[in-house]
C-alpha cells in the first residue's frame, strides 16, 4: 500500500534539485615513468623522425619503431607555378632515391614489330647504369648502417655522400666496400655517432688501411664541397673530429653489455679524467674505454670480466688488462669520494653513488 505526505494548509511542494553529473578529471595515480632511473616527474621524449621513445635522463630506449599518429597532412604553398595551394600525403622527394625500384616499362611482348622498335627505344632512353648502381650502393650502405645501430639522419648524410664522390668519381678505381666503409665513418663523425674503424672492419670485411685512405680524401671533399656541409639533428654544425672520444664510446659499450645507467656514467667520466691526467696518453681510445667501463663495473659490484669488457671494445682482453693496470695506479684521482658514499633513498636521480674500492681487482 502507498503512502503519500499529508500537506499542511498553505504548504509547498519544493523542487528537487536534479543531480549534477560529475566533471571529468585525469586519473593522476597511474603514471609512466623510467624502469632504469625511476625518476618522477619523468623526461620522457617521443622522437617522431626516429619512431623511438627516450628517457632524457639515463638514455633508456623505452620504444622503437613508434608510429607516429599525427597528421600527415602537408601542405605546399610555393610548389607550383599556378599560385594554387594543393595539399598532399606522402613522402616528400628525395634526391638521393636515384629512380628508385619503380619505374615504368614497356613489355616486349608478341605486339610485332613495331612494339619491339619502341621496347629498345625507351630501353635506350631510361637505361641508365649510373642511378640502378647507385640505387644498389645505397641497399648495401642500409644494411651496414643498420648493423652499426646508426641515426636516420647519419644515414641519409652517408647516402648524400657517397653519391657526389660515385658521380664525380673523386676516388676513381678504389673498392667500392671500402669506399661504403669510408662514408659511413666519415658520416659517423660528423654526426657525433662514435664508431670505430675496427666495427666498421668487422662488418664490411674490407681492409683498415683501405677505408683509413679514403677516409682522408673525403675529409678533404667535404672542406672543399659546401653541398657536403652539413648539420647535426639539434641544429649544431656537424663536428669535423677525425679522432673517437673514449667517453663517448664508453656509451656505447655499456649500452651493448646492458649496464645500469651509474655504471656507464661512472665509465665516462673515468674516461675523460685519464685524458686529462695522461694516464693512457697514446693508447687507442677502445683500450681507454675497456679499461674505464671494467673498472667502472667492479667499483660498484657489476664486475665484468676483461674479456667480455675487451670484446665489446673491440680490443684483446690483455690490451684491456694493461689498460687498466694504468688507471689502477691512479683511482684515487680517477675516483670521485662521492661514488664511494653509501646509496640512501633520498639521493636526487643520477647521483652516482654505492661505489667501495676495495672491490676493485688488484692490477
Keep these: 500500500m502507498a503512502h503519500s505526505n499529508v500537506l499542511s494548509p498553505g504548504q509547498v511542494i519544493e523542487d528537487i534539485p536534479a543531480p549534477q553529473s560529475q566533471e571529468w578529471e585525469q586519473n593522476l595515480n597511474n603514471g609512466m615513468i623510467c624502469p632504469d632511473c625511476r625518476m618522477n616527474p619523468p623526461e620522457l621524449d617521443h622522437n617522431f623522425q626516429t619512431g623511438d621513445f627516450v628517457c632524457m635522463n639515463c638514455g633508456l630506449v623505452l620504444g622503437q619503431r613508434l608510429v607516429d599518429n599525427r597528421s600527415e597532412w602537408r601542405t605546399f604553398s610555393n610548389d607550383e607555378n599556378g599560385g594554387d595551394d594543393p595539399s598532399r600525403v606522402g613522402k616528400a622527394e628525395s634526391a638521393l632515391d636515384a629512380g628508385g625500384p619503380l619505374e615504368t616499362d614497356i613489355s616486349f611482348g608478341d605486339g610485332g614489330a613495331k612494339n619491339k622498335d619502341l621496347h629498345r627505344a625507351h630501353n635506350r632512353m631510361t637505361d641508365d647504369k649510373t642511378k640502378k648502381n647507385l640505387h644498389n650502393h645505397f641497399m648495401e650502405i642500409q644494411q651496414l648502417a643498420q648493423q652499426l645501430n646508426l641515426m636516420d639522419s647519419t644515414i641519409e648524410y652517408t647516402k648524400l655522400l657517397f653519391k657526389e664522390v660515385y658521380t664525380d668519381r673523386v676516388v676513381k678505381g678504389k673498392n667500392q666496400e671500402a669506399l661504403r666503409a669510408a662514408c659511413i665513418m666519415v658520416a659517423a663523425r660528423q654526426m657525433d655517432n662514435q664508431v670505430s674503424f675496427k666495427e666498421v672492419n668487422n662488418i664490411a670485411n674490407?681492409?683498415?688501411?683501405?677505408?683509413?685512405?679514403?677516409?682522408?680524401?673525403?675529409?678533404?671533399?667535404?672542406?672543399?664541397?659546401?653541398?657536403?656541409?652539413?648539420?647535426?639533428?639539434?641544429?649544431?654544425?656537424?663536428?669535423?673530429?677525425?679522432?673517437?672520444?673514449?667517453?663517448?664510446?664508453?656509451?656505447?659499450?655499456?649500452?651493448?653489455?646492458?649496464?645500469?645507467?651509474?655504471?656507464?656514467?661512472?665509465?665516462?667520466?673515468?674516461?675523460?679524467?685519464?685524458?686529462?691526467?695522461?694516464?693512457?696518453?697514446?693508447?687507442?681510445?677502445?683500450?681507454?674505454?675497456?679499461?674505464?667501463?671494467?673498472?667502472?663495473?667492479?667499483?660498484?659490484?657489476?664486475?665484468?670480466?676483461?674479456?667480455?669488457?675487451?670484446?665489446?671494445?673491440?680490443?684483446?682482453?690483455?690490451?684491456?688488462?694493461?689498460?687498466y693496470k694504468e688507471l689502477f695506479k691512479e683511482k684515487e684521482k680517477l675516483i670521485d669520494p662521492d661514488w664511494l658514499k653509501p646509496e640512501d633513498k633520498d639521493d636526487p636521480v643520477g647521483q652516482i653513488r654505492g661505489g667501495k674500492m676495495e672491490r676493485l681487482p688488484a692490477a
Design 206 to 323: 674490407v681492409p683498415k688501411k683501405e677505408i683509413g685512405r679514403i677516409f682522408k680524401i673525403l675529409n678533404v671533399q667535404i672542406k672543399l664541397k659546401p653541398v657536403l656541409q652539413t648539420k647535426k639533428p639539434d641544429g649544431n654544425p656537424a663536428s669535423n673530429g677525425t679522432t673517437t672520444s673514449p667517453e663517448e664510446l664508453c656509451m656505447r659499450v655499456g649500452a651493448k653489455m646492458m649496464m645500469s645507467s651509474k655504471v656507464t656514467n661512472a665509465a665516462k667520466q673515468i674516461a675523460e679524467r685519464q685524458k686529462v691526467l695522461g694516464s693512457l696518453a697514446g693508447r687507442s681510445p677502445l683500450s681507454a674505454a675497456a679499461a674505464s667501463m671494467y673498472m667502472s663495473s667492479h667499483l660498484f659490484g657489476e664486475g665484468r670480466p676483461p674479456k667480455e669488457c675487451g670484446e665489446e671494445a673491440g680490443v684483446s682482453d690483455s690490451t684491456c688488462r694493461h689498460a
